[in-house]
């Protein structure tokens, strides 16, 4: 019996980070781009975070494949603070070294890692399905992947893409060359 792929996609470019913030020209341009790509890998369930620009991304290939896109707030973007931080990239990186550190009204990278687990194994014991598609946000995605790989941090983080993907087998995950398939 084949493993269940469970397949974490990075929205594509976005005009802000607000819930509403739509993808941007060259983001809508990615969405499309995708479709070949998320044929190949057969995805053949939907979830996604509530925000509009995860959403805009699986879109397309939702419409193309006839799939339901479920949404789940739990794949929200972490919150690392409701207050302005002019130095948030500084304290961002504190949260990869402190997963308990919180911020005024945010939630620490622990709490985000449980919200993102859960997914994880809701849809892991969905029998019916094969490959999943889970599109959220860089930073809850990478605390998920440092879970499973504890040499990707904040370095990592930070050189992730819009979109991005990770495929995540079993307790291996791994990235997915998107030009490298998109090009055979």
């Given at each position: 019996?084949?493993?269940?792929?469970?397949?974490?996609?990075?929205?594509?470019?976005?005009?802000?980070?607000e819930s509403n913030a739509p993808l941007t020209k060259d983001g809508e341009q990615s969405a499309k781009d995708l479709v070949p790509l998320l044929e190949k890998l057969q995805i053949?369930?939907?979830?996604?975070?509530?925000?509009?620009?995860a959403v805009q991304t699986i879109e397309p290939f939702a419409h193309q494949a006839g799939l339901k896109i479920h949404i789940?707030?739990?794949?929200?973007?972490?919150?690392?603070?409701?207050?302005?931080?002019?130095?948030?990239?500084?304290?961002?990186?504190?949260?990869?070294?402190?997963?308990?550190?919180?911020?005024?009204?945010?939630?620490?990278?622990r709490e985000a890692l449980d919200r993102i687990l859960n997914v994880v194994n809701e849809v892991s014991g969905i029998n019916s399905v094969k490959n999943v598609g889970i599109v959220s946000h860089g930073n809850i995605m990478s605390l998920l992947i440092n879970h499973?790989?504890?040499?990707?941090?904040f370095d990592e983080w930070s050189r992730m893409k819009n979109p991005d993907i990770f495929l995540l087998e079993g307790s291996n995950i791994s990235r997915v060359e998107i030009e490298k398939i998109l090009s055979n």
């Open positions: 019996m084949k493993t269940k792929s469970l397949y974490f996609i990075r929205h594509c470019k976005a005009g802000g980070q053949d369930y939907i979830i996604s975070s509530p925000f509009k620009r789940d707030e739990a794949l929200s973007e972490r919150i690392l603070s409701k207050e302005p931080m002019d130095d948030w990239l500084v304290q961002l990186k504190k949260t990869f070294e402190d997963i308990d550190l919180t911020f005024p009204s945010g939630e620490s990278s499973f790989d504890s040499t990707f941090g």
